[in-house]
Every structure is written in structure tokens, then in C-alpha cells.
């Protein structure tokens, strides 16, 4: 007769590394579930009076956005909205030549380093005649790995202005550097961050505008969502961002 005695101690060894298995393989999905987690980024855009009362329509066309995670360069120069100094009295930020570009491009005409560029599914125009009085327009929303950002940027494309009265208007973009809004703001877990882009016209001297960043009119909301996230397309609806549990204004 074969003695079938269990071996004890292979026994216990076997069982010990099926155990440790498993329990490596809880910590791992455990861990790929917190490299996971997301939130909800939405970009909405506004516009203040300044001088938005001289037009009939002023349509804006935005590509995509630029985000600035720790340790990024924005590549803007003149147009950032940290000093809350959008304009001289004529219009110009000193930085700009006769035609609207910046003086200098970015050293060897590189990119700046760090920042992330989204670029829309399709481009999102906004009207900011219409966009007065606290009204916004939502461009993009979308699922994003939760994290800490410094700023965010606009690619804004083209500006096409019909003054009253029916002329048309030269609007200059600030050079090749992006909008540049400097307001620090968080993507968290299982919540939608709503991030207001303040812009708006400014007359210059020599009779054209130039858009420019609002530093005051930057706003941050945080909505507690229930996980759902945006389906990274910009949409035709408005929004006033009055549903906000926490609110941030830069």
C-alpha cells in the first residue's frame, strides 16, 4: 500500500505562497487603482466689459488648453495674469511691437518645458459679446489623473470682431505665447474642478485690440460628482458655476 500521508511541511509552504500571492496581488490592484484615480477638469470662458461695447460680435476660436503641473514654464511673455497689470494707458503691455507679436520668441524657439497640451476633439468658438454680466461658456470637459496644477493656458486660434456698426475689427492675439492664466487649482478624486477663463479686449493706441487675460475674473469651482466623468468634448451649453460646493477666486 502507498502510504498518501500529506507532507506537512510542503504543505504549509505550499499554502503560505499561495497566500503571499494573493495578498501581492491585493496591495498591486490596490495600487493601480490609486495610480487611477481622476477627476474632472471643465473649462469654461468669460468675458469682462473693458471694452467688449464697441462690438457687435467678437468670436473667439479656442483649439485646446495647455496645463502646468509643478515645475512648468508657461512660454508666456507679457500676457500672464499674475501682477494683475493687464494694460498701460494706451492699451499695450509694453511688451508688444506695432503688429501685436511679443518682442522675442521663447530662447531657440523651444517649447517650455513641463506643461501639457489638450487639444480638442473639435475647435470651440465663444461669442464674448455674449459672455457679459456673469455669463460663461463651457469648451471642454474631460477626464484627468488627479493632480496639482500652476496654471492653464488657452490656444486660442483666431479673434473675428464686427465692430457696431458693422466694420470689422483687428483684434490681435498677444504674440505667439497662449492666454496664460495664473490661478493654481487641483483635479481631485470623484470631483468636478470648473475652471473660469476671464478675457477680454483692450483698445490700443493705434486703433486695433488686443485680448487679453483678466487676472481678477479667474474662478475655481469644486462640484462633488459621483465618479461620472466628462466625455472630453466641449459643449454648446452655459453655464453660471452657481452649483459650486467650494469656491476659489484668484
Known amino acids: 500500500m502507498t502510504d498518501r500521508t500529506p507532507d506537512l511541511d510542503a504543505l ?3 499554502t503560505y505562497l499561495q497566500a503571499t500571492g494573493a495578498a501581492a496581488l491585493g496591495v498591486s490592484g490596490l495600487a493601480g487603482c490609486v495610480g487611477r484615480a481622476t477627476g474632472t477638469l471643465a473649462t469654461a470662458v468669460t468675458d469682462q466689459p473693458a471694452d467688449i461695447g464697441d462690438f457687435e460680435s467678437l468670436v473667439v476660436t479656442v483649439e485646446g488648453i495647455w496645463l502646468g503641473p509643478e515645475g512648468a514654464e508657461s512660454g508666456a511673455d507679457g500676457n500672464e495674469t499674475d501682477d ?7 492699451g499695450t503691455d509694453g511688451n508688444e511691437t506695432d503688429d501685436g ?3 522675442e520668441d521663447d530662447e531657440e524657439g523651444g517649447e517650455p518645458s513641463g506643461r501639457e497640451y489638450l487639444e480638442f476633439d473639435e475647435a470651440q468658438e465663444a461669442d464674448l459679446v455674449r459672455l457679459q454680466n456673469g455669463e460663461t461658456k463651457l469648451i471642454d470637459e474631460r477626464e484627468l489623473s488627479v493632480g496639482t496644477y500652476r496654471f492653464l493656458q488657452l490656444d486660442v486660434s483666431n479673434a473675428d470682431g464686427t465692430l457696431e456698426g458693422g466694420d470689422e475689427a483687428a483684434v490681435d492675439l498677444p ?3 497662449p492666454l496664460t492664466f495664473n490661478a493654481g487649482f487641483d483635479v481631485r478624486e470623484n470631483t468636478r474642478t470648473v475652471f473660469t477663463a476671464d478675457f477680454a479686449p483692450v483698445r490700443r493706441g493705434n486703433g486695433r485690440y488686443l485680448l487679453r487675460p483678466v487676472p481678477s475674473g479667474i474662478e475655481v469651482d469644486y462640484e462633488e460628482t459621483d465618479g461620472e466623468s466628462g466625455d472630453g468634448n466641449g459643449t454648446d451649453d452655459d453655464t453660471d458655476g452657481t452649483n459650486a460646493s467650494d469656491d476659489e477666486t484668484a
Open 84 to 90: 494683475g497689470n493687464a494694460t498701460n494707458a494706451d
Open 175 to 177: 504674440g505667439n505665447a
Open 12 to 14: 504549509d509552504r505550499r
Open 101 to 103: 507679436s511679443d518682442g
